[in-house]
T-cell receptor
């Protein structure tokens, strides 16, 4: 199994550009989440989902959109990139239930200039 | 805002010594989890302790949870140079729209050979 796959690994955007960060998992996990990690601030939750068609906002959702059309995929869209969105983005998934840990992808390092 | 606060922010020890990291949180939880992150990599799930458990062991890891004080500790015994990494606690609250995993800011552990 590949686990959680994130693409691309690195990306440089100009301010105002849009792009989609891809996340796919092959473990049939119902729960998926997106986080951003900034120096000194740990990981902050952007959006999360319990299954296809159901998403909700996390702590820092502004400037990002998500949709979940399949169990496997959970793309994160940046609508109009800003320098404040320079960060490392992690996608994670886990199975439904109360007491399971998350499997994380290897991350996408995004720089907005 | 971050759910968890970790203490210390940085810890440097010698190989063979024990390392203890502490985590405090603010709200009710279903469980508390600990993750490891090697530099430039994704997070790896280490151990999960349920809200009705007080202590849990996994290999060289020992986790305690005190829900009355809203705090947890992670003990790594007989540390190795390969344990050098950042360690994060995270609390999990399961909601209708999914699972919200909220992270502390992490402890940077350095194990010197």
């Amino acid at each position: 199994n590949a686990g959680v796959t994130q693409t691309p690994k690195f990306q440089v955007l100009k301010t105002g550009q849009s792009m989609t960060l891809q996340c796919a998992q092959d473990m049939n996990h119902e729960y998926m989440s997106w986080y951003r990690q900034d120096p000194g601030m740990g990981l902050r939750l952007i959006h999360y989902s319990v299954g296809a068609g159901i998403t909700d906002q996390g702590e820092v959702p502004n400037g990002y959109n998500v949709s979940r059309s399949t169990t496997e995929d959970f793309p994160l869209r940046l609508l109009s990139a800003a320098p404040s969105q320079t960060s490392v983005y992690f996608c994670a998934s886990r199975r439904r239930g109360l007491n399971y840990g998350y499997t994380f992808g290897s991350g996408t390092r995004l720089t907005v200039v | 805002s971050q759910q968890g606060e970790e203490d210390p922010q940085a810890l440097s020890i010698q190989e063979g010594e024990n390392a203890t990291m502490n985590c405090s949180y603010k709200t009710s939880i279903n469980n508390l989890q600990w993750y490891r992150q090697n530099s430039g990599r994704g997070l790896v799930h280490l151990i999960l302790i349920r809200s009705n458990e007080r202590e849990k062991h996994s290999g060289r890891l020992r986790v305690t949870l005190d829900t009355s004080k809203k705090s947890s500790s992670l003990l790594i015994t007989a540390s190795r140079a390969a344990d050098t990494a950042s360690y994060f606690c995270a609390t999990d609250a399961v909601e209708t729209s999914g699972s919200r995993l909220t992270f502390g800011e992490g402890t940077q552990l350095t194990v010197n050979p």
